[in-house]
């Protein structure tokens, strides 16, 4: 008998049906003698319709106001689930994010969790009960509605799964687990069977929108055994996202291509080369409050550098504007961007303990007359960013010459 | 300065549009330096969308999940509220039933209210803020969601009035106040300055349904001064519900007319004449959940007796069906029923001090060849039933007959 937290997704919970599929799917593992509590979202497009209403309202709608709203998304989901349930015979109680005591800040819209009160939920399950939570909410030491953020239902399940010290936390979503990269670009992209939880995140930091990454961060705090499943499929087992150390065997040296396309490059041309210019670009554009993902800056020739980054590309506009009132000032010789631009990204422990992995990409592309603007590197991931031209046949190539369709030999 | 809760009903929080007139309202009382605490139910139907998804689940919903799911539409109605005020300029605060403590008992679906902790409440309106409650819902000593059943945003309203000892409590609704009687049928009915508890129980009861009658019942066990106004028009006085004592001048003898077509009635005819024979009669009826309104019995002659009672004429079947089952055993010579009926009652504290009320009211039934089927009375009022095709014109000659068109004059 294992003690198992299964987290389902918006689309998973998407409609009565589907609910209903779901009741089935716990009572499966109830009936293997299981304990099980289920984390869900709200029903698809739910969170969506509420802040549309918000919005009616309030332009910026009032952050504490906006979370006692959208949180009525999960506690439907809750009761729905656990009705659904009970028509199958089973125990089953539903538990907002408040009933718990999930205790969080009160940083509304964007909170974090403090602390898990599991007594009442241990007792539940103790007498036989599913239990069934309401994700992504929680509530501050106040009495107030928070939630955790967008995609935090993860979170919430990961965070469970710790408190109860469960043996697995299962995050159910629309596809089958984590693939060496995005089968409709490669078809022969492959399902990892293991993947650790650094390649992980660097995977998802790059596009790979499996998990959210604060939850497999929070995973990797507390070393919970985290597994990737689909809720369509029956049967699969989907990844396990492990720890380095607890899985030797089979070690890929890559494990996957990530991607993104969702970005802009900035470089500002022409910048003395003295100390302090990166903050004096970088600064204003973090007041601004936009996101830097890649930062570049090269050794100096004649006095002067070049400084380039990259931020999303809906934020790209901005940072034009932003760099153009402390252009004068920096003493920059030109502003330029560009937005037709992709990353594409090689991720895998193993690369760690074997050299060449670098040179291997680089020549992949180049043999294929793949120009590389920029270059950034890790521990485990080497990205490049390139014409988004290239997007697909940079990550088929790759694929191909890191022969991930391939099953991965023991290393 | 006064502390003022206000009740809006689905209706008038239906839309953003309506939400926003509510807010308005509530701004204008603010800034005439009263504290408000605003009591909303779900935008209406929302709690039969979210009914209709529970019974896709589940054919009788789980009465726990039931709440949990129903109770998340005033959840959403407090949130837009609030969003609303603030985007005024005020200050605003939601509560839900669990926040506020509107502590209940645990009978889910239709929970009562065992006691209210107003100090946060209280605090709130002390900084100036307008307090926003979700109406209809609660929790238990365990921490489990309540809701009060269906119009029990009153039952709220009137409640936190207590709590507070609010200097009034408003219940704004789709009409201007409590009517003589139905305008639709008597054009010439006339608004109600001030009618009292008693009466409006019996206006309630008898089909007048304006306020959901617990809550009247605990306005008058809490003397709270409650007031019925229109969400819909500006400036209305609405009817003030007072306390007999509190108002000895411009008492009308009548004040109003009550009617009810949703009844049907049953006659148990030729039954014999002994101890006993009216609980083996209503014994099973109570027993089979149908409610019974008016019960005539009239004194035998030959040994035996006829027995005539009342129910909601969706339960007239299933009387009829109980009484088919215990027919023998009882010894009725005859069941018989008619669902063309109506009631028709003439309600007003000064009855009980005028004489010849009665005799009025059987007089100008007969002048218009009126026959009476039966007749029932309590200390304020005489409800006769009547065949349903009589039922305007009987409401017509009786509003007449005691000059309800009238402002009445002290007495």
Known sequence: MALIVQKYGGTSVGSVERIKDVAQRVAKFKMLGH????????????????????????????????DVLVSTGEQVTIALLSMALKDLG???KSYTGAQ????????????????????????????GRVVVVAGFQGVDERGN???LGR??????????AAALHADECQIYTDVDGVYTTDPRIVPEARRLKTVTFEEMLEMASLGSKVLQI???????????????????EEGGEGTLITFEEDDKMEQAVISGIAFNRDEAKITVQGVP??????????????EGNVDVDMIIQN??????????????????QRALDILARVEAQIGARKVSGDTRICKVSVVGVGMRSHVGIASSMFRTLADEGINIQMISTSEIKISVVLDEKYLELAVRILHKAFKLEEEPQAV
Chains 1, 2 share one sequence.
Do not use: C, W
């Not at 309202?57 to 906006?66: F, G, K, M, N, T």
């Open 299 to 316: 050794v100096g020739a004649d006095g002067t550098t070049d400084f380039t980054f990259t931020v999303h590309r809906n934020e790209y």
């Open 145 to 147: 509605i928070t939630t």
């Open 90 to 92: 089973l125990r089953a």
């Open 151 to 160: 995609g935090g239902s993860d979170t919430t399940g990961v965070a469970l």
């Open 35 to 66: 304990q099980v509590v289920v984390v869900v979202s709200a029903m698809s497009g739910e969170t969506n319709r509420l802040i549309a209403l918000a919005r009616e309202i309030q332009q910026s709608p009032d952050p504490r106001e906006l």
């Open 100 to 127: 718990v005591r999930i205790l969080t800040d009160d940083a509304f819209t964007k909170a974090r969790i403090l602390g898990i009160d599991e007594e009442r939920i241990r007792a539940d399950l103790e007498a």
């Open 214 to 232: 604060r939850s497999v961060e929070f995973a990797g705090k507390y070393k919970v055994k985290l597994r990737v499943l689909s809720s369509f």
């Open 273 to 286: 080369d003295r100390p302090g210019i990166a903050y004096q670009i970088l600064g204003p554009i973090a």
